[in-house]
């Protein structure tokens, strides 16, 4: 696709319910993010890949989160005993690679919203 | 204190004035800084970068960096009610992708 797909769009679960957020970057972009937002916050950083490895998962919160990129594509981030206070909105970014880190433009998904009841 | 501080607003101008939108950055290593516009129920999206000590001009858009007072700005110039938005600052640091955004500031254009 043209642009980062992010399914779901919408997510309702219950308290301690398993979840699956997935993300389709755009064709070509080695680099891979995920951020909550919160309303009113900005976006909290929660892991990066380059390529198919974490480059950097200092933001997952607690061991409830985990992220895989498989193949280096599509991207999966799983939430595991949910709680109220992982409702958010799951935002999803992708870029090229650049030959000077920390440049490169992210672009961003329209985001997973994400309500435990 | 937060690594990224931005005023949360709201910022309201007049249409055709210019919005002045500041950003502090705690760590003195920050090497890269980029304002994104986040229309209300929307993705952010990047209108404006900057790496080096000064100005940079981009249409009606001017970023401004002074890394010794660890300081970014973004002016808007002719400012229009369409820019009404919340704007993010964002840095990274050396050898990292990693983004760090602040809070936003939420700017109102009124007519």
């Known amino acids: 696709g043209a642009g980062v797909s992010q399914t779901p769009s919408n997510k309702v679960t219950e308290k301690g319910k398993y979840v699956e957020l997935r993300c389709d970057p755009i064709s070509g972009h080695t680099a891979l993010y995920w951020y909550r937002q919160s309303l009113g916050q900005g976006p909290e950083f929660l892991i990066y890949f380059q390529g198919t490895g974490a480059a950097d998962d200092s933001g997952l919160p607690n061991d409830r989160f985990f992220a895989v990129r498989p193949e280096g594509s599509v991207s999966t981030l799983k939430i595991q005993r949910t709680e109220r206070g992982d409702s958010a909105v799951y935002l999803c970014?992708?870029?090229?690679?650049?030959?000077?880190?920390?440049?490169?433009?992210?672009?961003f998904g329209e985001g997973s919203r994400l309500t435990v009841l | 204190q937060k690594e990224v501080e931005q005023n949360s607003g709201p910022l309201s101008v007049p249409e055709g004035a210019i919005a002045s939108l500041n950003c502090t950055y705690s760590d003195r290593v920050s090497q890269s800084f980029f304002w994104y516009r986040q229309y209300s129920g929307k993705s952010p999206e990047l209108i404006m970068s900057i790496y080096s000590n000064g100005d940079k001009e981009d249409g009606r858009f001017t970023a401004q960096l002074n890394k010794a007072s660890q300081y970014v700005s973004l002016l808007i110039r002719d400012s229009q009610p369409s820019d009404s938005a919340t704007y993010l600052c964002a840095v990274s640091r050396p050898k990292t992708d990693k983004l760090i955004f602040g809070t936003g500031t939420r700017l109102q254009v009124f007519p």
């Open positions: 970014a992708s870029s090229l690679l650049t030959a000077r880190p920390g440049t490169g433009e992210l672009f």
